[in-house]
């Protein structure tokens, strides 16, 4: 068998769930690897609200990487349930009610847990200083068959294989290929509440530390909670492209989301006025035909390879991607890097173009006339297999 990373200085540009996932698996064979990550610590940024992770994806990957003793003792046990409301505060589903949506082994338990926890399982599970952090990439040159990376601060550090698993706006993407993002056709704003029990009471109670979703008149408010006690909000709706660029203040958001959700029930705007930062954020998605060649020391996993909607596969897929690129590297199958990297990014692409398909159709449904049926018949059919 061909190991084809022995000896090969591996750079991961992004501690992500995709790029720490697979410093992980890299490390169990034996792989020399650093991961090169922009924040200036673990503790830096808050990494968001819960993610679900689901038996075929990202529980599957815990498995793999060992670490589901770590997951059982952080996940975050009934943040799955979910209330589901009418603009006018009419509930009409409420899994608070129930006793339990399911247990690991389960194909459709999707247990939730805090994106800070999850990185810490992963960076835990490091050896010591794989982690150089406060190392923003920028750029990197050829240096004999391997690459010298460029960091904002200064600093620089070789590498035989690069992987990009540095997200969204990927620095390492235009190095692969030039195809850009296109625009969903949905924004949605965010906002952060830190103490909800304070500023938000009533929403903090509706909750009940699980997902909350209100949909109407073809837009949403959605939150969940954070496992620091605080929540993540999404007022989400179709917007031609662009649209939020003129506003200046968080103020002006404010004013804007009270009238475009005029009359729906006040306890839900409430979370509108409970955070000074209103964040604009459009969806866009890469193409679902996208295709470049293979190189033979770089690649890119994650929401760097094939960004799409959020219709909650995109850390589940990232993990994935991890968990296939360690395959394809160490399987013993490929004659060189080069081909395995093909043989990945083949598979990948391929699992992208369906998962982004999904998430667009969904984004139709979502933002439809018949957008609360729609997620109640998906709910109901999801907790009735279980
Ligand atoms: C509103 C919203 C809700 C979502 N909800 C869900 C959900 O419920 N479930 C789900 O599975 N997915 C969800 N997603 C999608 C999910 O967040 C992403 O698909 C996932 O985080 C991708 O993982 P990644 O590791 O590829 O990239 P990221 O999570 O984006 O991680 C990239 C890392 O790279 C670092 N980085 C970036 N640039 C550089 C640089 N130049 N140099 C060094 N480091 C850099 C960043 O700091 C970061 O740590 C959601 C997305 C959005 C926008």
């Known amino acids: 068998m061909k190991n084809l990373i022995s000896g090969k200085k591996i750079a991961i540009i992004g501690g992500g769930p995709g790029g720490l996932t697979l410093a992980r698996l890299l490390q169990m064979r034996g792989a020399d690897v650093k991961v090169y990550e922009r924040d200036a610590s673990s503790a830096s940024r808050v990494q968001g609200a819960i993610v679900d992770l689901h038996f075929e994806s990202g529980l599957k990957v815990i498995?793999?990487?060992?670490?589901?003793?770590?997951?059982?003792?952080?996940?975050?046990?009934?943040?799955?349930?979910?209330?589901?409301?009418?603009?006018?505060?009419?509930?009409?589903?409420?899994?608070?009610?129930?006793?339990?949506?399911?247990?690991?082994?389960?194909?459709?338990?999707?247990?939730?847990?805090?994106?800070?926890?999850?990185?810490?399982?992963?960076?835990?599970?490091?050896?010591?200083?794989?982690?150089?952090?406060?190392?923003?990439?920028?750029?990197?040159?050829?240096?004999?068959?391997?690459?010298?990376?460029?960091?904002?601060?200064?600093?620089?550090?070789?590498?035989?294989?690069v992987i990009g698993a540095d997200g969204a706006r990927s620095k390492i993407r235009p190095y692969v290929t030039d195809i850009t993002t296109i625009y969903s056709g949905v924004t949605i704003i965010q906002g952060e509440i830190d103490h909800p029990a304070t500023a938000c009471p009533e929403m903090h109670t509706l909750m009940a530390n699980g997902n909350l979703a209100v949909l109407g008149e073809e837009k949403s408010i959605s939150a969940q909670p954070r496992g620091d006690g605080g929540l993540t909000f999404y007022a989400s709706a179709k917007y031609p492209e662009n649209w939020g660029e003129d506003f200046t203040a968080n103020e002006e958001i404010y004013d804007f989301l009270l009238e475009f959700y005029k009359g729906w029930h006040p306890t839900f705007l409430t979370l509108f006025k409970a955070t000074d930062k209103l964040i604009i954020r459009p969806l866009n998605y890469f193409p679902l035909d996208q295709s470049w060649e293979a190189q033979a020391n770089i690649t890119l996993i994650g929401d760097a390879?094939?960004?799409?909607?959020?219709?909650?596969?995109?850390?589940?897929?990232?993990?994935?991607?991890?968990?296939?690129?360690?395959?394809?590297?160490?399987?013993?199958?490929?004659?060189?890097?080069?081909?395995?990297?093909?043989?990945?990014?083949?598979?990948?692409?391929?699992?992208?173009?369906?998962?982004?398909?999904?998430?667009?159709?969904?984004?139709?449904?979502?933002?439809?006339p018949h957008a609360l049926e729609a997620l109640l018949e998906l709910l109901s059919g999801e907790r009735a297999k279980k």
């Not at 498995?63 to 409301?85: C, H, P, S, T």
């Not at 398909?357 to 979502?366: P, R, T, V, Y």
Request: aromatic share 10%; hydrophobic share 40%.
């Open 305 to 368: 390879a094939h960004l799409m909607p959020p219709s909650g596969e995109g850390v589940n897929t990232a993990m994935l991607d991890a968990l296939d690129l360690s395959h394809y590297l160490c399987n013993g199958e490929y004659p060189d890097l080069q081909s395995a990297i093909a043989a990945f990014e083949k598979h990948m692409r391929a699992r992208g173009r369906l998962l982004a398909q999904e998430a667009l159709d969904g984004n139709e449904i979502m933002y439809g």
């Open 63 to 161: 498995e793999q990487a060992d670490l589901m003793d770590a997951f059982k003792a952080n996940y975050i046990v009934g943040a799955d349930r979910y209330r589901v409301f009418e603009k006018d505060g009419t509930i009409r589903l409420d899994e608070h009610n129930k006793a339990a949506t399911g247990t690991f082994g389960d194909v459709y338990f999707r247990p939730e847990i805090d994106r800070g926890a999850l990185r810490n399982i992963l960076l835990d599970a490091l050896k010591p200083d794989t982690i150089v952090w406060d190392s923003q990439f920028v750029s990197m040159s050829r240096e004999g068959e391997g690459w010298l990376l460029n960091f904002k601060n200064g600093s620089s550090a070789r590498a035989d294989l």
